[in-house]
C-alpha cells in the first residue's frame, strides 16, 4: 500500500539493484514509481491493460513516447496484460502467465469521494460532473482528481489523477475564486479532492 510518505520510504528500502518489481497499471502514479525504481535498480515489469499508457490524459502521441521512454531504460513495459490475482510470488495476468517478483505495487488509480454529494443535485459520475470550465452547475465548480471535466481537445469527459490538476484546472474557473471576497460575495467557492486510493 502506497498512501503516505512512510509507505513510499519503505518501498524505497525495499528496493535496489536486482530486486524485481512489479506495478500494476501504468497511468501517472504507476509510470512515476516505475521510474524511481528503475533509477534505484530494480528490475521494473510495468503491466498496463491499455494498447498506449496515459493515452486517455495525454493522447496517444505522448503515451507512445512515454512508453518508448521506459523501454529504452530497460522497464518492461506490457501493454494490453490484465492482472487477474496478486500471488505470493507476484502476479497472474489473464492469459494465464505468471510474473514474479519480490513487490508489488498496485496503482490502478481512485474512487472520487463523492458520496458527501448524495442529495446535493450535483451529476455524479466517476467524479463531480463539470463542463470545460469546471462547472457542475450553476455558481458550483469542482477542481482536482474529484472534477470530470469536458475536454475540449479530446471532445469527451475526463478525470486526471494527478496532483498538479487541481492548480492546472484552475485557471479555468472563470473568475471565482481568484476575485476578492468583497467583490464577490455572493458566490463560493467549496473545492474537494479528496479520495480513496485502491
Known amino acids: 500500500m502506497l498512501r503516505s510518505l512512510d509507505d513510499a520510504l519503505a518501498l524505497r528500502d525495499r528496493l535496489g539493484p536486482g530486486r524485481r518489481l512489479v506495478v500494476v497499471g501504468a497511468g501517472f502514479l504507476g509510470a512515476e514509481a516505475?521510474?524511481?525504481?528503475?533509477?534505484?535498480?530494480?528490475?521494473?515489469?510495468l503491466l498496463e491493460p491499455a494498447p498506449v499508457p496515459l493515452a486517455h490524459a495525454v493522447g496517444e502521441e505522448v503515451g507512445r513516447v512515454l512508453a518508448r521512454a521506459h523501454r529504452e531504460?530497460?522497464?518492461?513495459?506490457?501493454?494490453?496484460?490484465?492482472v487477474t490475482e496478486v500471488t505470493e510470488a507476484g502476479v497472474r495476468?489473464?492469459?494465464?502467465r505468471e510474473v514474479e517478483a519480490e513487490g508489488v505495487l498496485v496503482a490502478i488509480g481512485s474512487l472520487p469521494n463523492?458520496?458527501?454529494?448524495?442529495?446535493?443535485?450535483?451529476?455524479v459520475a466517476d467524479?463531480?460532473?463539470c463542463d470545460a470550465y469546471c462547472e457542475a452547475a450553476p455558481g458550483v465548480y469542482a477542481a482536482g482528481d474529484v472534477a470530470r471535466w469536458?475536454?475540449?481537445?479530446?471532445?469527451?469527459p475526463m478525470r486526471i489523477e494527478h496532483r498538479t490538476n487541481a492548480a492546472?484546472?484552475?485557471?479555468?474557473?472563470?473568475?471565482?475564486c481568484?476575485?476578492?471576497?468583497?467583490?464577490?460575495r455572493s458566490r463560493r467557492c467549496r473545492t474537494s479532492g479528496r479520495t480513496s486510493t485502491t
Do not use: I, K, Q, Y
Open 93 to 96: 495476468l489473464a492469459d494465464g
Open 114 to 123: 463523492t458520496e458527501w454529494l448524495a442529495g446535493s443535485g450535483l451529476t
Open 178 to 184: 481568484s476575485v476578492p471576497r468583497r467583490a464577490n
Open 73 to 82: 531504460r530497460g522497464v518492461d513495459l506490457r501493454t494490453g496484460a490484465t
Open 127 to 129: 467524479g463531480v460532473v
Open 168 to 176: 492546472s484546472r484552475a485557471w479555468r474557473l472563470p473568475g471565482t
Open 150 to 156: 469536458h475536454h475540449p481537445h479530446f471532445g469527451v
Open 34 to 45: 516505475a521510474a524511481v525504481a528503475w533509477r534505484l535498480g530494480a528490475r521494473v515489469t
